[in-house]
């Protein structure tokens, strides 16, 4: 069906601007990069508003003048049943609309500041059908560069199967960043958890995984956390921690980003801070020479992210390992005829155009990430053990935005900047969190003529995100198709709560004249008792919610029963596996995790390689 209806009612299309009419065909490339099931939804949704209207008109929506079309939407918005359907066909029009607004008066495109290191890549499609290594890498980001550096440093022939593709720093430079945003995410940036609520938990697909899409911030794994990892779980990964956390920051670059280049919207949370007297400061991040591009999420186009595709992985290259792309990887091949029990004996993989070939080694690391390994594990009849899948942290988050007098453009300066540590010993962290120019994830209040005006005042935003450490409280499910199930454990909808009370306070100690909430029945107040009023009968299930940092899905740890992998991260019932990515951290690391599971992979594959 057209989209052109809806857009043109959402965005109240008068026809005085050139960019609203450039929206559908945006949209429908964002459609398109969905999965199946999301995309036909949505397009159901937008049929129910389409036919909604010619119930009360006898039209639809595009042969309606502007005016009859903000008379539906009126209409709607007044049925506080159909506020969630409506905010769900906001946010893919957003993301267009706000993309055809900024290529309207787009800057000039940012330039590398250095070429990127060489990998060695080969297409799937020209790997031989068989081949031979010591060990095979499942995945290419965080953990699985890690684990290839380490392993080809050690002299084994390592090969890396990646199922995404390699992109350049250049080319991020030259796209606009929606049209990154879709081929750099898996899905789309689409993946829901479905659950109660249901939350989108974007995941990168691309050489790098998802450090060529995170925010670049690194926070080293707190120390009650290592030692509940070891006290709790017995999980070896946790021992000495410390020094593999101080390698890893070194690889990474990671240093205090420099207030020069935070930008306005940072330094509107450092300033609500001091007023409150909270423990707030620039964050540490892995770019060396950031140059507030705003772009970390879908990569950045300077070069100064060291994300492990231009940090980690060309030293495992330069040591002799191969990165095979576009490969996703069907199953672990496995020997059961082996004295002392099956034996890991390599990889069956297929290219894009489903051609197969094999990878044989006997030592396969399933570095896929926490969404992938366990459905990998279960295709090779590896995925037995009671708890496989289970055990899923995810990082709930809600952001809120507050409107200041002066302008902020928030999306100049450094995309995460800042972090709020006030309430981080009560489960929440704050980060100033900003967006990309023209994806602006916060969700605007209002439709029609109101969200047209949301939309042109959105440079006076400041945006505040925060995560929760959450209770395991999901699930990895599927085998050839993986379904995520995740139920917002009590205890953490009250934190929730909580952060946006804590976000709301802080903005207005800064200065905002109202905060936005992101809470359809109350999308604005204006000062901290109205929020603490709106709060009261508000659900955690009524906010603006995503998740992140998907983590413990093959959890390492000493017993059996509740551990697929022992303390070491290796895959119990079969010899020659190793679980290297978030999957094997035994629960929530309560930070942005990135550091700690290259610290943990570290102590695996040393611990592997010493016997």
Same mark, same amino acid.
């Given at each position: 069906?057209?989209?052109?209806?809806?857009?043109?009612?959402?965005?109240?299309?008068?026809?005085?601007?050139?960019?609203?009419?450039?929206?559908?065909?945006?949209?429908?490339?964002?459609?398109?990069?969905?999965? &199946?099931?999301?995309?036909?939804?949505?397009?159901?949704?937008?049929?129910?508003?389409?036919?909604?209207?010619?119930?009360?008109?006898?039209?639809?929506?595009?042969?309606?003048?502007?005016?009859? $079309?903000?008379?539906?939407?009126?209409?709607?918005?007044?049925?506080?049943? @159909?506020?969630?359907?409506?905010?769900?066909?906001?946010?893919?029009?957003?993301?267009?609309?706000?993309?055809?607004?900024?290529?309207?008066?787009?800057?000039?495109?940012?330039?590398?500041?250095?070429?990127?290191?060489?990998?060695?890549?080969?297409?799937?499609?020209?790997?031989?059908?068989? *081949?031979?290594?010591?060990?095979?890498?499942?995945?290419?980001?965080?953990?699985?560069?890690?684990?290839?550096?380490?392993?080809?440093?050690?002299? =084994?022939?390592?090969?890396?199967?990646?199922?995404?593709?390699?992109?350049?720093?250049?080319?991020?430079?030259? $796209?606009?960043?929606?049209?990154?945003?879709?081929? @750099?995410? $898996?899905?789309?940036?689409?993946?829901?958890?479905?659950?109660?609520?249901?939350?989108?938990?974007?995941?990168?697909?691309?050489?790098?995984?998802?450090?060529?899409?995170? *925010?670049?911030?690194?926070?080293?794994?707190?120390?009650?956390? =290592?030692?509940?990892?070891?006290?709790?779980?017995?999980?070896?990964?946790?021992?000495?921690?410390?020094?593999?956390?101080?390698?890893?920051? &070194?690889?990474?670059?990671?240093?205090?980003?420099?207030?020069?280049?935070?930008?306005?919207?940072?330094?509107?949370?450092?300033?609500?801070?001091?007023?409150?007297?909270?423990?707030?400061?620039?964050?540490?991040?892995?770019? #060396?020479?950031?140059?507030?591009?705003?772009?970390?999420?879908?990569?950045?186009?300077?070069?100064?992210?060291?994300?492990?595709?231009?940090?980690?992985?060309?030293?495992?290259?330069?040591?002799?390992? &191969?990165?095979?792309?576009?490969?996703?990887?069907?199953?672990?091949?496995?020997?059961?005829? /082996?004295?002392?029990?099956?034996?890991?004996?390599?990889?069956?993989?297929?290219?894009?155009?489903?051609?197969?070939?094999?990878?044989?080694?006997?030592?396969?690391?399933?570095?896929?990430?926490?969404?992938?390994?366990?459905?990998?594990?279960?295709?090779?009849?590896?995925?037995?053990?009671?708890?496989?899948?289970?055990? =899923?942290?995810?990082?709930?988050?809600?952001?809120?935005?507050?409107?200041?007098? %002066? #302008?902020?453009?928030?999306?100049?300066?450094?995309?995460?900047?800042?972090?709020?540590?006030?309430?981080?010993?009560?489960?929440?962290?704050?980060?100033?969190?900003?967006?990309?120019?023209?994806?602006?994830?916060?969700?605007?209040?209002?439709?029609?003529?109101?969200?047209?005006?949301?939309? %042109?005042?959105?440079?006076?935003?400041?945006? @505040?995100?925060?995560?929760?450490?959450?209770?395991?409280?999901?699930?990895?499910?599927?085998?050839?198709?993986?379904?995520? /199930?995740?139920?917002?454990?009590?205890?953490?909808?009250?934190? @929730?709560?909580?952060?946006? /009370?804590?976000?709301?306070?802080?903005?207005?100690?800064?200065?905002?004249?109202?905060?936005?909430?992101?809470?359809?029945?109350?999308?604005?107040?204006?000062?901290?008792?109205?929020?603490?009023?709106?709060?009261?009968?508000?659900?955690?299930?009524?906010?603006?919610?995503?998740?992140?940092?998907?983590?413990?899905?093959?959890?390492?740890?000493?017993?059996?029963?509740?551990?697929?992998?022992?303390?070491?991260? $290796?895959?119990?019932?079969?010899?020659?596996?190793?679980?290297?990515?978030?999957?094997?951290?035994?629960?929530?690391?309560?930070?942005?995790?990135?550091?700690?599971?290259?610290?943990?992979?570290?102590? *695996?594959?040393?611990?592997?390689?010493?016997?």
């Amino acid at each position: 069906m057209s989209l052109t209806g809806l857009v043109s009612a959402l965005l109240a299309d008068d026809g005085t601007a050139d960019w609203p009419r450039r929206v559908p065909a945006r949209l429908e490339t964002v459609l398109a990069a969905m999965p &199946r099931p999301a995309r036909a939804g949505l397009r159901a949704a937008a049929r129910a508003v389409d036919g909604y209207a010619t119930a009360r008109t006898g039209r639809p929506l595009g042969a309606l003048t502007a005016p009859e $079309r903000e008379s539906v939407l009126a209409q709607l918005a007044a049925r506080p049943a @159909l506020l969630p359907l409506l905010d769900v066909l906001k946010v893919p029009v957003l993301l267009a609309a706000g993309t055809e607004r900024m290529l309207q008066n787009a800057p000039a495109p940012r330039r590398p500041t250095r070429p990127d290191p060489p990998l060695d890549l080969t297409p799937a499609a020209d790997w031989p059908a068989r *081949s031979t290594a010591d060990a095979v890498v499942v995945g290419s980001g965080a953990g699985g560069a890690t684990a290839a550096r380490t392993l080809a440093r050690a002299g =084994l022939d390592v090969v890396v199967l990646e199922e995404g593709r390699h992109h350049s720093t250049e080319s991020f430079g030259a $796209r606009a960043p929606l049209d990154r945003f879709t081929e @750099l995410y $898996r899905d789309g940036g689409a993946t829901v958890a479905v659950g109660n609520p249901p939350l989108l938990l974007p995941v990168g697909r691309a050489v790098g995984g998802t450090t060529v899409v995170n *925010s670049g911030t690194c926070y080293r794994t707190p120390a009650h956390v =290592l030692a509940r990892w070891t006290r709790e779980f017995g999980c070896a990964l946790a021992d000495d921690l410390d020094r593999h956390l101080d390698e890893a920051e &070194r690889t990474l670059r990671v240093a205090t980003q420099p207030v020069d280049v935070l930008g306005h919207n940072g330094r509107i949370a450092l300033a609500g801070a001091r007023e409150l007297g909270w423990r707030a400061a620039p964050l540490r991040r892995n770019a #060396p020479g950031c140059l507030g591009s705003c772009q970390c999420v879908v990569g950045c186009p300077t070069g100064a992210k060291q994300s492990v595709q231009l940090s980690v992985l060309p030293d495992a290259c330069a040591a002799g390992a &191969r990165v095979v792309t576009g490969a996703r990887a069907d199953r672990v091949l496995v020997d059961t005829d /082996r004295p002392g029990g099956p034996r890991a004996a390599g990889v069956r993989a297929h290219g894009p155009d489903g051609t197969a070939f094999e990878i044989l080694a006997p030592l396969v690391v399933v570095a896929a990430g926490a969404t992938q390994s366990p459905p990998l594990l279960r295709r090779s009849g590896l995925g037995r053990h009671p708890r496989l899948g289970r055990n =899923l942290s995810v990082h709930p988050a809600t952001s809120v935005a507050g409107r200041f007098a %002066e #302008p902020v453009t928030a999306w100049e300066g450094v995309l995460q900047s800042v972090g709020v540590e006030e309430h981080h010993a009560r489960g929440v962290l704050i980060e100033a969190t900003a967006t990309p120019p023209g994806m602006g994830s916060f969700i605007l209040p209002g439709l029609g003529g109101e969200l047209r005006r949301e939309l %042109e005042g959105a440079d006076r935003l400041a945006t @505040l995100g925060a995560m929760i450490a959450d209770r395991p409280s999901g699930r990895v499910l599927g085998r050839d198709r993986t379904l995520l /199930r995740y139920d917002l454990d009590p205890r953490d909808a009250g934190r @929730l709560l909580r952060a946006v /009370r804590a976000m709301g306070e802080l903005l207005f100690a800064a200065g905002a004249e109202e905060v936005l909430t992101g809470i359809p029945t109350a999308p604005r107040v204006r000062s901290l008792a109205e929020l603490d009023a709106v709060l009261a009968v508000t659900s955690a299930r009524q906010l603006h919610l995503s998740a992140y940092h998907p983590t413990g899905t093959v959890a390492a740890g000493a017993s059996p029963e509740r551990f697929p992998a022992d303390p070491r991260g $290796r895959l119990r019932g079969v010899h020659g596996v190793l679980i290297a990515d978030a999957s094997v951290l035994p629960s929530c690391p309560q930070v942005n995790p990135q550091l700690s599971i290259m610290a943990a992979v570290l102590a *695996s594959t040393e611990a592997w390689l010493s016997g």
